[in-house]
């Protein structure tokens, strides 16, 4: 069985520019889970939806950050435009219940 | 909200040493723990996790944890490390189905 894949896995962009973030979660898995850690800090949680609805959307930081669920399957993470603070690698993570399979993550440099 | 506390944020120790992690995490009714290890270049994996019953858990790798309510701990324990338990492991506790993580501790095992 696939795993849940993100692409890219790095990405360097410059302040003011903007990233998408793909994640394909394993098939059949309603729930879809994006996180973010921050160098030094802990990983935090940015949303979560269930097949594509935003079910909780509290931990996104601010209006620069936008997530879709096209369909239900897989989903993106824009951030427009990208500020430095941004930096950091982004996890995806997928599951039926409770605990979630998580993907490699995309490591976001912005400059 | 949901807070994790790990300490001793950098673990250096000898092979066949006996390896203990602390977590702590805030009172919140009833909760599920976890705990994740990422290997270098790897994705985050689940070792274990406790929901109900028994509150020694064992895991993967021969990683095993004990749930202590009465001290909101749930720390994590391997009697003897080898080089290959090098990574970085990361507590987490779920609620409101999200969930919370401690900031990690990168663990090295010397050979």
């Known amino acids: 069985e696939a795993g849940v894949t993100q692409f890219p896995s790095h990405s360097v962009i410059e302040k003011g520019q903007t990233v998408t973030l793909r994640c394909d979660p394993i098939?059949?898995?309603?729930?879809l889970y994006w996180y973010r850690r921050v160098m030094g800090k802990e990983i935090k949680f940015l949303l979560h939806?269930?097949?594509?609805?935003?079910?909780?959307e509290s931990g996104m930081p601010n209006n620069r950050f936008l997530a879709e669920r096209t369909g239900g399957t897989y989903s993106t993470l824009k951030v427009q435009p990208a500020e430095l603070e941004d930096s950091g690698v982004y996890f995806c993570?997928?599951?039926?219940?409770?605990?979630?399979?998580f993907g490699p993550g995309t490591r976001l440099t912005v400059l | 909200a949901q807070s994790v506390s790990q300490h001793n944020h950098h673990v250096i120790l000898s092979e066949a040493a006996s390896l203990e992690l602390g977590c702590n995490y805030s009172?919140?009714?009833?909760?599920?723990l976890f705990w994740y290890v990422q290997y270098p270049g790897q994705h985050l994996q689940l070792l274990l996790k406790?929901?109900?019953?028994?509150?020694l858990v064992k895991g993967i790798k021969g990683f095993e944890a004990e749930f202590i309510k009465s001290k909101f701990s749930f720390n994590l324990r391997k009697p003897s490390v080898q080089w290959s338990d090098t990574a970085e492991y990361f507590c987490?506790?779920?609620?409101?189905?999200?969930?919370?993580f401690g900031k990690g501790n990168q663990v090295v095992v010397i050979p």
């Open positions: 993570a997928s599951s039926h219940g409770t605990s979630g399979l």
């Open positions: 098939s059949g898995h309603d729930n």
């Open positions: 939806f269930v097949k594509e609805s935003k079910q909780d």
């Open positions: 009172y919140g009714g009833t909760v599920n």
């Open positions: 406790y929901f109900s019953g028994d509150p």
């Open positions: 987490a506790v779920n609620s409101h189905n999200r969930l919370a």
